[in-house]
């Protein structure tokens, strides 16, 4: 990773750690957010996943249109730090725990691998 990746993964990090600090006082089954990005296509890329604790949780969350709370915040805090997102209803996504428990055992880091194949390079 070249030294202004770094600097940009970083950048992410914090401000998607602020998103998530807000989001567990405020919605209600949501558990944790992740990214994984793709450098050589930053910012088309950058792919985030709301993580909820279950499938109810989760559906809950979208029937109640948070996932527009979602976008905003992490627009919001990417902006801050100079990022932009280009479309954030296809980079920004929602899971839960319970259907990587289902579908791959809990390992999120297969689960998030499928997202990570599935990244724009051009």
């Not at 600090?21 to 950058?46: K, Q």
């Amino acid at each position: 990773m070249k030294k202004s990746d770094k600097k940009i993964e970083n950048a992410i990090r914090e401000a998607l750690t602020n998103v998530c600090d807000a989001a567990l006082e405020s919605i209600d089954g949501f558990v944790w957010l992740t990214h994984v990005v793709n450098y050589s296509a930053f910012p088309n890329s950058l792919k985030i996943v709301c993580v909820f604790e279950t499938d109810e949780s989760l559906s809950n969350a979208l029937d109640a249109k948070q996932e527009d709370y979602f976008y905003q915040r992490i627009n919001e805090a990417l902006n801050d730090v100079g990022i932009k997102l280009n479309r954030p209803s296809r980079q920004v996504s929602f899971d839960s725990e319970e259907a990587c428990e289902r579908f791959y055992n809990g390992k999120w880091n297969e689960r998030l691998a499928r997202l990570q194949s599935s990244v724009a390079l051009h």
